[in-house]
C-alpha cells in the first residue's frame, strides 16, 4: 500500500513526480492522495483553497491547487489559478500547457492553440513545449486529442 508522504518527501521528490507516482501507481496507489494535499493530513481541494487565501504568494500551493482543480474537472476554477500562476511567471511553459489542455476539453479549440503556442515561446526546448507541439498539430490537421489522463 501506498503510504502518504510528509512535506519533506514530497520536497525531496518534486509534487509533479509524486504526483505523476500516485497516478500511475496502479491497484496499489492511495485514491485519496491524488486529490488530497500531503502536507496535511486528509485534506482536499477545499482545504488547500483556504491555505492559499491564507498564503497567497505560495506559488507552489498554488500550483498544487491548480493541478487538482485541473484532475478534479473544475477547470473554470482551474483557469483562474493558472492564470494567476502565468501573471507570476512562475512556470509559465507548463501552466499554458494545462490552460490550453483545459480550454480544448472545454471545445474553445483557439483559446487551447493560443496557450499551446505560448508553450513554445516560453521554454522552447522543453518536454512540455513537445507536448505543446504535437496538440497543436494534431488539431490543426482537424484530428481530435484523448486529454483524459494527460
Given at each position: ?8 518527501d514530497l ?19 492511495d ?6 494535499y500531503?502536507g496535511?493530513p486528509?485534506?482536499g ?9 491564507q498564503n ?16 478534479n474537472?473544475?477547470?473554470d ?17 507548463n ?6 489542455n ?11 492553440l ?13 518536454v ?6 504535437e496538440?497543436?498539430?494534431?488539431v490543426r ?8 489522463d494527460?
Amino acid at each position: 500500500m501506498v503510504k502518504k508522504r510528509r512535506d519533506s518527501d514530497l520536497s525531496r521528490l518534486g509534487k509533479r513526480s509524486w504526483v505523476k507516482e500516485q497516478l500511475e501507481g496502479g491497484p496499489e496507489r492511495d485514491d485519496s492522495v491524488v486529490t488530497g494535499y500531503s502536507g496535511v493530513p486528509s485534506t482536499g481541494i477545499e482545504e488547500l483553497k483556504r491555505m492559499v487565501t491564507q498564503n497567497p504568494d505560495n506559488v507552489d500551493m498554488k500550483d498544487m491547487l491548480a493541478f487538482m482543480l485541473y484532475s478534479n474537472n473544475r477547470l473554470d476554477e482551474a483557469i483562474e489559478v493558472f492564470k494567476d500562476l502565468v501573471d507570476r511567471n512562475h512556470n509559465p511553459g507548463n501552466q499554458h500547457l494545462y490552460l490550453g489542455n483545459i480550454y480544448y476539453r472545454k471545445g474553445l479549440i483557439q483559446m487551447a492553440l493560443v496557450h499551446w503556442d505560448k508553450v513554445r515561446e516560453c521554454a522552447p526546448a522543453s518536454v512540455e513545449a513537445a507536448k505543446a507541439r504535437e496538440r497543436a498539430a494534431t488539431v490543426r490537421q482537424g484530428l481530435s486529442l484523448n486529454l483524459d489522463d494527460k
